[in-house]
């Protein structure tokens, strides 16, 4: 655990993929308060508990913020205790239902008419699937308005996901996944909890990335994996992701083809490391609409 301040502190779990990057979890010690929870690894748990009780601080009397439903964010609610309250979007309980099962399998089912390969829709249709977490139906949720701490403000966004979160505490902004370095592939195939539809929100995170970059007057940016950055270094890691992205999507245009599906990607994706089909693909249709 890393303080930050005299009151925020950062612990970095491991997630049960050794592949898969560290997930920041934030603590308002004055508060009382957990900014994400963290991915489900046992081993992490006992490690936050041990973490609180350095700080003379029991699980029991922490509450906790969620910036968006993805399992490393909130994986680790599974041995919270009961009575735990945890202030997130409504839309959060969703990904634990059956709902939300019937709506993966109807919605890829109607990629197949984009021309996409079997395959890749069945990787789309995986990852997904991955999201599903019984468990939230058991989790004792509260109306985030209700989020009776008046020196944390709540700016409600999306792009990442349907529904992001930034926490704000002073000048600090804990913001999830929306800003990240190094990663490409942020914005991200999913289904909508309202209409229960695959969505990607990529002219909302233009937007709201915006808004964070010029309106929020940030001394320091909290993300959900790498370490904090000040305004400066964040508009950098954005300029560089905003190069990539423009580069990426004028191969798009130019050479993707359905009907020549895998050497397309190998072609137009050749900087990276060959990754889950969910992830070009997510990044492919927001181009080919």
């Known amino acids: 655990m890393k303080q930050i ?15 898969a990057p560290q997930v920041n979890v934030y603590f308002l010690k004055n508060e009382k308060l957990l900014i994400d929870a963290g991915p489900d690894n046992y081993p992490c748990y ?23 439903h993805h399992p490393d964010h909130v994986g680790l609610l599974k041995y919270f205790p009961e009575e735990t309250a945890v202030y997130a ?25 984009l021309g996409i390969p079997p395959h890749a829709i069945d990787q789309i249709k995986a990852q997904l699937q991955k999201r599903f977490l019984p468990f939230l139906e058991n989790v004792n949720f509260k109306d985030l308005n209700q989020l009776s701490i008046s020196s944390v403000r709540i700016h409600r966004l999306c792009g990442h996901s349907p529904a992001d979160i930034v926490f704000q505490k002073d000048n600090f902004f804990f913001g999830g996944d929306l800003i990240l370095k ?23 995170y233009g937007q709201n990335i915006k808004k964070i970059l010029t309106a929020f007057k940030i001394q320091t940016w909290c993300p959900g994996h790498g ?9 950098k890691v954005n300029h560089k992701y905003q190069k990539l992205r423009q580069l990426i999507h004028q191969r798009i245009t130019q050479s993707f083809s359905f009907s ?18 969910y992830f070009y693909l997510s990044d492919i249709l927001t181009v080919i609409k």
């Open 5 to 19: 301040t005299s009151d925020v502190y950062l612990m970095k779990m491991a997630q049960t993929d050794s592949r």
């Open 46 to 68: 006992l490690e936050l508990q041990q973490n609180l009780k350095s700080l003379g601080i029991d699980l029991k009397q922490v509450s906790v913020v969620i910036t968006h």
């Open 89 to 113: 979007d409504p839309g959060v309980r969703y990904y634990g239902t059956t709902a939300y099962l019937n709506a993966i399998e109807e919605q890829t089912q109607q990629l197949q008419t």
């Open 182 to 204: 190094g990663i490409y592939f942020n914005i991200l195939l999913d289904i909508d909890p309202i209409n229960q539809k695959l969505c990607l929100l990529d002219q909302e």
């Open 227 to 235: 370490d904090p950055m000040n305004l400066s270094s964040l508009v």
């Open 260 to 277: 020549d599906y895998d050497s397309a990607v190998r072609e137009i994706y050749s900087y990276f490391p060959r990754l889950n089909d």
